[in-house]
């Protein structure tokens, strides 16, 4: 990834989540692992992880709807000329790193 590219992923990274963070409605916790931009800076794919695990669906559905908002929200809180389109996703690495985590402490 370019650098251009690298600064606006970590941009959009902290705006999800100061956006997240006024705008859920705090039943979960959703956190904002990363952002995985196209290499045309069309699409961007704001990845989040979720407490508790069960409540990740009700969590992706509900950001899900917020993507208007959040464009609007970007729009507004940054300087990118180009604004991509969004979409959200659960971060499956952080929950297969969890899950290794939970099984090496059991073996202890």
Known sequence: MTDRGGRASEILRQL?????SVESNRT???TVTGVDLSMDGKK????????????????LNFVKRKRSDFRS????NSRLKRLPYFDFAIDEGEKNR??????????R
């Open 28 to 30: 979960s916790l959703i």
């Open 98 to 107: 969890r899950r290794i985590d939970e099984l090496l402490n059991e073996s």
């Open 16 to 20: 999800a989540a100061q956006y997240l």
């Open 44 to 59: 961007a794919t704001i990845l989040i992880s979720v407490m508790p695990v069960d409540a990740s669906q009700n969590a």
């Open 73 to 76: 929200y970007v729009k507004k």
